[in-house]
């Protein structure tokens, strides 16, 4: 590793210390990449994972599950609709309410919970405050997958007029793992 | 008053809201209103800010996460030279970054469009490189690397120039809020300041206001509690000066004399009103100068001082107005009303001054009783009218007539006395006749005329000697005798020698007339008692005089002078209407308590009140008026009665018809015949005390008394015993048949008072 790679990683480490951790990620599969994006500031566009590929692994203590995304699929799910606040457009979600999520490994809404993203971005809280306001992992956006430079290939969405709905911060998109926090 | 002072001044004056006093406070509550919206504007401008915080990305926080996943990328690239990442993991990390760079932020730009133009240069240099990652080979890693490193330090370089972005976004977004929240509170502390600015104006105005309107309550109290304290001291000085003219006034009704209330009057005014100069001057009963001066340096309104100056005034009224008052009753005393002349009283003084004037001075003392004959017949004819007229006449003629150094007064009725110092007899009686000859004179009168003539009595002391309580006698015995000759015109001077021995006799007349009049005489009871058994049967009436000074008086020293007086038969009435009223009131009420029968009353009746022919009816009259059984009456006579013949006899009679009974009181003290004695119209003998005297060793008294009784039993007549003073003679009339006694052995005779006591106690 040369002195700028270590450089590179001693800020990121740094940046990390402000709420996010930097883990490594599973070597992707190969996938086909096009240089077509429907985001324009996305370069190019990166494929998403397999259906069969484990996109989402929730743990509770020895209790762990993984989800790929036929997995999610064969879930209970629900559509929610809403003026996306990143994007500032109207867009509609399907995905499997948090809440079953949390009770297939037993996690119960007083148990703190980790939301970890595929950059490693973290959002810690009690699982109560994310089924109350009815957070879902979408799978879906507008009827298609969600693109991996769009938040993909899933990503929490709250409902509007819920608590979280304006709380950004627990928006976590290209959500790869929850578990238990430390 | 207060509520007055309350409505004129403090309603008006302590405190009055002004114009300006609503406006600047109108100005304050609407400055506060402003100042309330504005920080509620403010603060919802805050909230919003905190909600966009939260809700949308602040354009330099999005500026981080482009650097965060920048960096990213480029950690990314470095591992996949070094083979510790896929070419698939770089390009994740460039979909993360572009998902990062269309995030719009709260200027309304995305991402991207935020970032530095030669960021966006340097990424799009790099982007065909990363596109062509995944079909590197790993041995070729490296040398693509290397040679691409130009492009790669361009992007680390500008990546991290983003903080360069990232610091002009936040100053100039921390300048912004900056400056937003200056000028909010800038805003606010302009209002503020204007609001403590007027705020703290109208607090002092209203301030300034009140304490203007204290003060000047305050100097309307001073001022008000020194006219209080003002007024106080005039109710001080008026109350005083009413309280001690009252002292005055009622030290006068208690009879301080009039030198002393004026005395004490001064001494008030002086004590209340130093200086007054009161000038008091009278004439008799008349306030002729009344003068009091008002001190200026006193400061008495003149209000109070005519106050005090009218309460002077009034007491000294009133003292004079007590002494007019008490010279007109002393008037009244000592004068007749009716012919003006001084009346006995005055006169009794008189002739107490002129007689030690004869005995100091020497000379005789005169004294002259003028009385009008047969002023009573006049009356009876003329009217007593007229009659007032002739004595005011003879009043105004004594008068005329009198000379300096005598006195006249009117005694009674038509009775007038004249008294005077004179050298001698001679020249007394001179005067006496003279003003007898002045009197009998015809005196006209509204409808007639009429012949006065006048008797007079009269009486000259010795030369030099004369005495205050014998001369009037004389003068009223000399009176006496020349009213008693029935002769008009009579004149007759007292002479001792001639008139000393009747003196005695005409007093005793007078005083039995006096004692009969003012109920001198009581009648007491005697108890009558029936020997066996031994009860009490009645009472007998017997006459005592309870004569003022002197104490009771047998009948024997007085019967014989109210028979010479003529009075026997007064008296008589007089004792029959107190033993009919004791009977009723006294004696009939004991008996019946002691469960005894009624008693009977014996009265005994003097001849001369038989010799009057209805005094049968009268008696019968006053029995009935007194509702006494005529069978509880039983009268005593004397033989002296009997003497009276047939016309007794027939009063008796008719009186022993209605069963009243007839007892011949003091048998054995006269000479009748008993025989004649028994036939006579008779029903009780009462055997006289002096039978019973010796009667214990003389056995042929016994005998005596015994035929005696014998003989009345005979003639059906109840016998009683006077004088039983032992049970040893009770016991001897017992043995000859002798059925009722009195005497000390039974009791004595008893005022009326005494009777109750006496029945109650007579068997114990």
Not at chain 2, 29 to 36: D, H, P, R, T
Request: charged share 20%; proline share 3%; hydrophobic share 45%.
């Amino acid at each position: 590793m040369n002195t700028a790679t270590k450089a590179l990683m001693g800020l990121v480490v740094a940046l990390s210390l402000a709420g996010c951790t930097v883990v490594n990620a599973a070597p992707a599969p190969a996938t086909s990449s096009s240089a077509e994006t429907e985001n324009p500031y996305g370069g190019f566009a990166v494929a998403n994972p397999a259906a069969d590929e484990v996109i989402l692994t929730v743990t509770n203590g020895d209790k762990t599950i993984d989800f790929s995304t036929m997995d999610l699929k064969k879930l209970e799910t629900t559509e929610v609709t809403i003026d996306e606040p990143f994007v500032n457009k109207k867009q509609t979600f399907v995905g499997v309410p948090m809440s079953v999520l949390f009770d297939s490994v037993g996690i119960k809404s007083t148990d703190k919970v980790s939301t970890l993203a595929l950059n490693d971005y973290k959002y810690d809280d009690l699982a109560g405050k994310f089924t109350e306001s009815k957070g879902i992992i979408a799978f879906l956006r507008d009827g298609t997958e969600i693109p991996m430079d769009q938040g993909g290939p899933i990503r929490i969405v709250f409902p509007s007029a819920t608590p979280y709905f304006d709380y950004l911060d627990a928006w976590n998109w290209s959500i790869r793992s929850i578990s238990i926090a430390e | 008053m207060f509520d007055k002072f309350r409505t004129e001044y403090l309603d008006k004056n302590l405190f009055r809201v002004r114009v300006g006093h609503v406006l600047l406070a109108a100005i304050t509550v609407a400055m506060l209103v402003g100042l309330s919206v504005w920080s509620w504007v403010s603060m919802q401008a805050h909230e919003n800010e905190k909600h966009q915080i939260f809700s949308q990305e602040s354009d330099s926080a999005a500026m981080t996460f482009v650097q965060r996943e920048s960096f990213s990328v480029l950690l990314k690239i470095e591992q996949w030279a070094d083979n510790q990442a896929s070419g698939r993991e770089v390009q994740i990390a460039r979909a993360l970054l572009g998902q990062r760079l269309s995030v719009q932020a709260r200027s309304g730009l995305h991402t991207f469009e935020i970032t530095s133009e030669a960021y966006q240069n340097s990424l799009a240099n790099l982007d065909p490189l990363l596109v062509r990652i995944p079909e590197i080979a790993p041995a070729d890693r490296m040398p693509e690397r290397i040679q691409a490193e130009p492009i790669i330090a361009e992007f680390s370089r500008q990546t991290r120039d983003l903080s360069d972005t990232f610091q002009e976004l936040t100053r100039a977004q921390t300048q912004a809020a900056t400056e937003e929240r200056a000028n909010a509170e800038l805003v606010q502390s302009v209002l503020l300041l204007l609001i403590m600015l007027v705020g703290g104006v109208l607090a002092a105005w209203v301030t300034f206001d009140i304490t203007r309107g204290f003060r000047r309550a305050s100097e309307l109290i001073q001022h008000r509690q020194k006219n209080l304290d003002t007024a106080h001291q005039r109710l001080l000085l008026v109350q005083s000066m009413d309280e001690r003219s009252r002292e005055i006034i009622n030290e006068i009704h208690s009879g301080l004399d009039t030198g002393r209330a004026i005395k004490h009057l001064r001494h008030v005014l002086n004590s209340l009103l130093p200086g007054n100069n009161l000038l008091v001057e009278t004439e008799g009963a008349e306030l002729t100068k009344f003068e009091m001066q008002n001190p200026a340096e006193l400061g008495i309104s003149p209000r109070d001082f005519e106050f005090m100056k009218a309460r002077a005034k009034e007491i000294l009224t009133l003292v004079l107005m007590r002494d007019q008052q008490q010279e007109d009753v002393d008037y009244a005393l000592r004068h007749d009303n009716l012919t003006g002349l001084a009346n006995r009283a005055a006169y009794s003084a008189m002739v107490d001054t002129k007689a030690n004037e004869v005995n100091q001075i020497g000379g005789v003392l005169g004294i002259f009783y003028l009385d009008i004959d047969r002023f009573g017949d006049l009356n009876s004819s003329l009217g007593y009218q007229m009659g007032d007229q002739v004595l005011v006449n003879m009043g105004y003629r004594i008068s005329d007539a009198l000379r300096t150094n005598e006195f006249a007064a009117r005694l009674s009725s038509d009775e007038f006395a004249v008294l005077g110092v004179y050298k001698n007899e001679n020249e007394a009686r001179s005067r006496a006749l003279a003003m007898q000859n002045i009197l009998n004179a015809d005196v006209e009168l509204d409808s007639a005329v009429a012949s006065i003539t006048v008797s007079v009595g009269c009486a000259v002391s010795a030369a030099a000697h004369a005495d205050a309580n014998e001369l009037p006698r004389c003068a009223a015995l000399a009176m006496h005798l020349a009213k008693r000759s029935e002769q008009r015109s009579n004149f007759v001077t007292y002479n001792s020698d001639d008139h000393a021995h009747l003196m005695t006799t005409w007093q005793d007349e007078i005083a039995v007339r006096n004692a009969l009049a003012t109920g001198e005489f009581k009648v007491y009871f005697q108890p009558i008692v029936l020997l066996d058994p031994r009860v009490p049967v009645g009472f007998e009436a017997l006459l005592r005089w309870d004569r003022p000074g002197i104490g009771i008086v047998a009948p024997g020293d007085f019967l014989p002078i109210v028979n010479s007086a003529g009075l026997a038969s007064a008296v008589g009435a007089d004792v029959i209407s107190q033993s009919l009223e004791a009977w009723t009131e006294v004696l009939q009420p004991a008996y019946n308590q002691a469960g005894l029968s009624d008693p009977y009353i014996s009265i005994n009746v003097e001849a001369v009140q038989l010799e009057d022919k209805g005094f049968a009816d009268y008696l019968l009259a006053e029995i009935l008026h007194a509702k006494v059984p005529t069978h509880h009456v039983q009268i005593e006579i004397t033989e002296n009665a009997l003497v009276g013949g047939e016309a007794v006899f027939e009063q008796l009679e008719r009186l022993r018809n209605t069963g009243l009974r007839v007892a011949l009181d003091d048998f054995g003290t006269g000479y009748s015949n008993l025989g004649q004695t028994l036939n006579l119209p008779l029903d009780v003998l009462k055997i006289d005390k002096s039978f019973l005297e010796g009667l214990v060793d003389d056995s042929r008294k016994l005998r005596m008394l015994d035929d005696v009784t014998k003989m009345a039993k005979g003639q059906d007549l109840r016998v009683t015993a006077e004088g039983i003073e032992s049970e040893q003679v009770a016991n001897l009339i017992q043995s000859i048949n002798i059925e009722y006694g009195q005497g000390y052995l039974f009791g004595k005779a008893m005022p009326r008072n005494d009777v109750h006591n006496w029945v109650r106690n007579f068997n114990k």
